[in-house]
Nanobody, 124 residues
Framework: QVQLVESGGGLVQAGGSLRLSCAAS????????MGWFRQAPGKEREFVAA????????YYADSVKGRFTISRDNTKNTVYLQMNSLKPEDTAVYYC?????????????????WGQGTQVTVSS
């Protein structure tokens, strides 16, 4: 079992920055990959970024590449999403997820555990 708790969401103006955190507990954190997804109102949940168990491999959706950075600190059992140059279209509930199979997946069904989500709102 893995429990995930996101934090760091909020309201920010376009062009601003936010850093999301996801604290994990349960299984050994360094034994699984992690991902971030988001869901905007009226839309499907979509992949944002993923990071391997060691942090050595990362993958981003084209829509956030160059603006968002995923990282992890295995000593703190935490994964981060640094979001810069935020746009109104980044407004969504952001979820972290754990992939016990160590894939760097981009699909929801590749992830085994999910957090409850944190709201990010970007005003224009």
């Amino acid at each position: 079992q893995v429990q995930l708790v996101e934090s760091g969401g909020g309201l920010v103006q376009a062009g601003g920055s936010l850093r999301l955190s996801c604290a994990a507990s349960g299984r050994t954190f360094s034994s699984y990959a992690m991902g971030w997804f988001r869901q905007a109102p009226g839309k499907e949940r979509e992949f944002v970024a993923a990071i391997s168990w060691s942090g050595g491999r990362k993958y981003y959706a084209d829509s956030v590449k160059g603006r968002f950075t995923i990282s992890r600190d295995n000593t703190k059992n935490t994964v981060y999403l640094q979001m810069n140059s935020l746009k109104p279209e980044d407004t969504a509930v952001y979820y972290c997820a754990a992939d016990l199979s160590l894939r760097l997946g981009v699909r929801e069904d590749e992830y085994d555990y999910w957090g409850q989500g944190t709201q990010v709102t970007v005003s224009s």
